[in-house]
């Protein structure tokens, strides 16, 4: 556990320093070329805000609204025939909008069930083994104006999916 | 959306907590923003130096067979597999904040060569395509969503931490199994992509 947590925490300052160092020996001029991907950044950050603002507010209003809530209980019923904790449900739809909503999910299971717990296993490998849908396609596909997604959503959705049911699965077995 | 949960509120009485959320989440993602100005600054300019120093040369060597055999579209467009380079080297390592530059790179590049590859039927079909082409995702695009949603992440170190926060015995020991469950989504992404571009190259 130390051992990972200690390479975790080193893995950013080494790739930094090898970037950095790599350019020296290279004979690049390190800092001009720093300050020009800075602003190429920051110029990205600027493109996308617009996007992040209609994004968050959306969501926002669906969570609030009450209306995750809704289509969560809808869910439950199909979870219960198929012998899968209720609880992860929430997580797994709220997941695919927002992951910081999700993750405040994840906590409330923590707190009443534990993270040793079935449940808590396997939301914990869950959260691990997909991103968030919603944020990543609207974020990478606005950016370049692109309206028909076409296959995405159903490929990343197929991924999803086989990436919860191995999560279930797994946990099923750790226990 | 938007409409929809406003509806869905003004239906069961919640309206007062959407007036909270609009004025919550607008300055959360503006928060938010800032926040990434100066991290995807950071690494946008690590990017950079990377370019310049023919480091994304090396990662773009190392990654390219697998690059190449998913998606066969952009085998020859050097500038689009460097950037995808890095951000699937990025997302392995878990660094998301380097991943995303990275990312959005590519969909600039890839959307430059949009159509490019396009099937050519009869002639009227193809101005018609070529006029909507910009607007619509090409398979490489969609294909590489899908690779990225379905997260290459080696070691999910926020789980790790938030299962230490709340007193887990072994917070470590879902790095294992998470490890096999992202093998699985990716797999499953990937036979998709595999799947949905099949009928065009045979």
Known sequence: ?175 | MMVGGIVFAAVHGTMDSVTDSFLSSSTEAIKLCIYMLGVMGVWSGMMEIGIASGLMKQIEKALSPFIEWLFPDIAKEEKVKEYMSVNIAANILGLGWAATPAGLKTMEELQKINGKHMEKSSFQKNMLEKADSKRMASDTMCGFLVLNISSLQLIPINMVAYRAQYGSVDPAGIILPAMIATLVSTIAGILFIKLMTRRKHG
């Open chain 1, 1 to 175: 556990m130390k051992y990972v947590v200690y390479v975790s925490n080193y893995i950013i300052p080494f790739v930094m320093f090898y970037i950095i160092l790599y350019g020296f020996l290279h004979k690049t001029d390190v800092y001009e070329s720093f300050l020009k991907g800075v602003s190429d950044g920051i110029q990205t950050v600027i493109h996308i805000t617009p996007t992040m603002i209609a994004l968050f507010v959306s969501v926002g209003i669906v969570r609030d609204s009450g209306a995750l809530e809704w289509i969560c209980n809808i869910f439950e019923p199909a979870g219960r025939l198929m012998h899968i904790p209720t609880e992860i449900i929430p997580v797994f739809i709220v997941r695919v909008f927002s992951s910081s909503a999700a993750v405040s999910f994840v906590m409330d299971i923590f707190k009443n069930y534990g993270p040793d717990s079935k449940t808590g296993l396997i939301v914990s490998i869950m959260m691990s083994c997909t991103e968030t849908i919603f944020y990543t396609i609207t974020i990478y596909y606005m950016s370049i104006k692109i309206k028909k997604t076409r296959w995405t959503l159903p490929g990343a959705l197929c991924a999803t999916i086989c990436g919860t049911i191995a999560s279930i699965v797994i946990a099923g077995f750790l226990m």
